[in-house]
């Protein structure tokens, strides 16, 4: 049987911040950057392609939806970086 004062012991220990919880908390925000630059890459990439078959151009909307995307990330990277300085 647990006494009172063990169980209150346990509940006080498992509300403090264990160091990696602190630092995971930190840069969660940050974990998500490299997906979120590649999907945007991609997606610009996928939309290019869909823009081309449709029109029939060759490349034109891929090249600029590639572009549109590493833009996209890029802007996504900063203000995320300066937003948590």
């Not at 630092?23 to 490299?34: A, E, H, N, Y």
């Amino acid at each position: 049987m647990i006494s009172m004062e063990n169980k209150n012991a346990k509940d006080d220990s498992e509300n403090e911040d264990s160091p990696l919880s602190r630092v995971l908390t930190g840069i969660q925000p940050f974990l998500w950057l490299g997906w979120v630059f590649v999907c945007s890459i991609c997606l610009g990439i996928l939309l290019g392609w869909w823009l081309d078959k449709k029109f029939g151009t060759k490349q034109v909307f891929t090249l600029i939806g590639g572009l549109l995307g590493i833009t996209a990330g890029f802007v996504h990277f900063f203000k995320t970086v300066w937003k948590k300085k």
